[in-house]
């Protein structure tokens, strides 16, 4: 059976997300990160990092790796799309959110949310937050006129850079000015699959 490993409230969220899509029987098993280090742990994940997936003895890690192998194992089109351009564009919008947009929302929501106040900088979640405008642009201009990344039909591309982006919702980042984007989340983050993850400890 496919494991899962890590707390819904980090990147593990990413595989359980996919898992719920895809209607996958799995065990999750919620490492919390002061866990990662232990010897039992690092025998599955030598980095020490959440998420992990063990699919009947498959181990794979980085969480935009755990779920595109999801996809295309289990996943049909529409979700896994069928052609290869279109796989293209999943690969591409879901690295995207990795190296354009990740780091600095980690920025606001620690600055803003899970540090001490005492070690708080908002300048630095506020120059996040303004470094955050260029790409979410490209985002929004993107999505005009579609309902979903790849057209009208929701994939492991929205659901990976929706799954980045859902960041932005714990410190209530502003995105009135991208309100295409805005609505493009809402639709991802109200999936019932989404709802079943965020359930998970």
Not at 110 to 119: S, W, Y
Not at 155 to 178: E, K, M, P, W, Y
Request: some cysteine.
């Amino acid at each position: 059976m496919l494991k899962i490993y890590g707390t819904s409230m980090s990147r593990a969220a990413r595989p359980l997300w996919a898992a719920e899509e895809l209607g996958l029987q799995f065990e999750h098993i919620p490492v919390a990160v002061p866990d990662t280090r232990k010897p039992e742990y690092l025998k599955v994940n030598p980095n020490g990092h959440i998420p992990t997936i063990d699919d009947d003895g498959t181990i794979v890690w980085e969480s935009m790796a755990t779920t595109l192998y999801l996809a295309e194992k289990y996943g049909k089109a529409p979700f896994w799309p069928s052609k290869v351009e279109d796989r293209a564009h999943a690969y591409q919008w879901s690295f995207w959110a990795i190296t354009e947009t990740e780091g600095n929302l980690l920025t606001i929501v620690r600055n803003r949310m899970f540090l001490p106040k005492d070690q708080r900088d908002e300048k630095a979640a506020a120059a996040a937050a303004e470094t955050l405008k260029a790409p979410l642009q490209v985002l929004e201009d993107h999505l005009r006129g579609r309902q979903y990344l790849l057209g009208s039909d929701f994939t492991i591309a929205d659901l990976n850079v929706a799954s980045v982006l859902i960041l932005g919702t714990f410190v209530q980042l502003d995105l009135s000015a991208t309100p295409v984007t805005k609505s493009w989340l809402d639709r991802c983050l109200g999936r019932r699959s989404m709802e079943k993850t965020l359930g998970y400890k």
